[in-house]
């Protein structure tokens, strides 16, 4: 290798150090890998003069690329670094006439000895620094694996390393769940498919696993088919008595001036119909507006027609009339059925319904896909709602017993960072999870095509990002902001990514990364929600009474 000065600020040599070759917490440093040497250490960040071949050696920087990882040596461990930008200056020349060229290196990690001694430990920060006029190497493929693979944790591989495909992409079970996720990118990128192969990865090795996944556009249920409990038209049963009085309120009370004395009225007629039905039970004046027990509405209607008829004034049953017409109104359409159905006989049937959402026992069926699409874009944020409080409440009442992964897909459509009063019911349900689910043992899985759009302090909570391919420059800096500076480099390439790759950042990972996910079995995929034009447009429609099954289901408001 030929540098314009290979001595030191301390006047040694540069390889005098390390020269041939050592090792360090398991790993070989060989010189005829140096690829450059140290010229600049500031904090995290060092600058690195890259080394210029001469005819017949190996080594150099010529194969460098923005995101790959390179290593220096300590005393006690070698560093690892990302190098996050790569320049020729202007004007500046070796004194041989070579041009010069500087590499720019993020610190990321070390690696120690493992306790077997016969591998490496990788962690996250750095406990030594490099010296001026250190040498930089290339990493082997055999440290590559050591350090992406995490061989000390529990471990999934979901896909490949960009720059290597031979090297398998890990992410780690327990940091990636036990401090949430995120999956970002554009319609098209390939999220879903992210989403399946992560899940399919996870109950490969985890049979025993509790997820709910709420699937706004019936995406999932081809995905999941063999190994999940399928719950859409039809099966989907969440009874209006497990409503929160927030959340009945959202769905029955008007938005207008009258809504609090509207509100109150109903409180008082829910809590009454708890207590009727529930006569005779242990410290029945303990049922509030939002003990989960059951009661009928015909209690409920009949409570409101009795206070009707002991008014004086015709005048002050507005708000009892506004309540039953609304009422009356919601039994009357189907597209509420999977709420409302139960209005005469009514079952204590919670713990069916909880063991069934969640999973548990799993059955050979770890995953509940939970299909959202027919439920009316009305009520859609309150039932988003209740699920996230039913699954937040039933684990902290649950001690860790059966941790949870929650998987929200669109969540920009019910989470949005907006100051619209609609939105706080599901705001404050997630937010909770978000801040305390770990606590007690409840993951978060945020999916979004908007991440802009996203409330911020909920995705903040997010400790791992899979960001997908991004053109919008507004949700490119909303990302660049949530994530560390190890991954800014990376993420210069995400309006270039190809489907089914992604900028991997945070807990659930070693490093930061690009990778390509793992392309599953056509069965195994989640629906696409694209029509095929060129192929419809080439046949025609032969569908006989297409249009009129088309208007009996619109009118029936049933698939």
Not at 106 to 129: M, Y
Not at 289 to 318: F, Q, W
Not at 321 to 332: G, Y
Not at 443 to 467: D, K, M, W
């Amino acid at each position: 290798m030929i540098y314009e000065d290979d001595v030191n600020e301390s006047g040694r040599s540069a390889e005098s150090p390390f020269a041939g070759s050592l090792k360090r917490a398991g790993i070989s440093i060989d010189q005829r890998e140096k690829i450059g040497q140290v010229v600049s250490v500031s904090g995290a960040r060092v600058i690195a003069r890259l080394a210029v071949r001469t005819p017949g050696e190996s080594g150099g920087g010529e194969d460098l690329q923005i995101g790959a990882l390179v290593k220096m040596a300590t005393v006690e461990t070698i560093i690892f670094g990302m190098v996050r930008s790569l320049d020729i200056p202007d004007m500046v020349e070796a004194d041989d006439g070579t041009e010069v060229r500087i590499m720019e290196i993020e610190l990321v990690g070390e690696g120690v000895n493992a306790a077997d001694g016969g591998s490496i430990e990788f962690r996250r920060g750095v406990s030594f620094f490099p010296r001026l006029g250190d040498g930089v190497y290339a990493v082997s493929q055999e440290d590559l694996m050591q350090v992406y693979a995490q061989p000390h944790v529990s471990n999934v591989k979901v896909g490949t390393i960009y720059q290597d495909i031979s090297l398998p992409a890990f992410i780690a079970v327990d940091d990636l769940l036990g401090k949430h996720f995120a999956v970002l990118g554009n319609t098209g990128s390939g999220k879903s498919c992210a989403v399946a192969t992560m899940l399919r990865a996870i109950i490969s090795s985890h049979a025993e696993g509790h997820i709910l996944l709420l699937d706004l556009h019936d995406e999932y249920s081809h995905a999941f088919a063999d190994c999940a409990e399928l719950l859409g038209a039809g099966r989907l049963k969440l009874p209006y008595w497990l409503l929160s009085l927030d959340e009945i309120q959202e769905i029955i009370v008007e938005k207008s001036d009258n809504r609090e004395v509207d509100r109150n009225i109903l409180k008082d007629a829910v809590i009454h119909s708890k207590r009727v039905f529930n006569e005779g039970a242990d410290e029945i004046e303990r049922i509030g507006s939002d003990t989960p027990v059951p009661y009928r509405l015909s209690e409920l209607l009949r409570y409101i027609n009795e206070c009707l008829g002991k008014l004086d004034k015709p005048t002050d049953s507005a708000p009892y009339l506004r309540l039953r017409n609304r009422f009356s109104a919601l039994l009357a359409d189907r597209r509420f059925d999977f709420m409302f159905e139960e209005r005469f006989t009514v079952a204590d049937d919670m713990e069916k319904i909880l063991s069934q959402l969640f999973r548990i026992p799993a059955d050979g069926k770890p995953i509940t896909v939970l299909d959202l699409s027919e439920v009316p874009t009305d009520i859609l944020k309150v039932v988003v709602s209740l699920l996230c409080r039913l699954t937040f409440d039933f684990a902290f009442w649950g001690e860790q017993d059966a941790p949870i992964l929650l998987v929200c897909e669109e969540a920009h459509r019910y989470v949005a960072r907006t100051d619209d009063k609609g939105f706080e019911l599901t705001k404050r349900a997630l937010s909770r999870i978000a801040n305390e689910g770990r606590k007690y043992g409840v993951s978060l899985c945020i999916v979004s095509q908007r991440p802009s759009e996203l409330e911020s302090g909920i995705l903040s909570q997010c400790n791992t990002i899979f960001a997908m391919r991004m053109s919008n420059q507004t949700d490119q800096d909303f990302v660049r902001g949530t994530l560390s500076e190890s991954a800014l480099g990376l993420l210069d390439s995400l309006p270039s990514l190809r489907t089914g790759e992604a900028i991997a950042v945070g807990e659930g990972l070693s490093l930061p990364v690009r990778l390509h996910f793992d392309l599953l079995p056509e069965d195994q995929r989640p629906r696409s929600g694209t029509a095929h034009f060129s192929e419809a447009w080439k046949v025609g429609s032969r569908i006989e009474g297409h249009v009129g099954k088309v208007v009996e289901r619109w009118r029936r408001q049933r698939h």
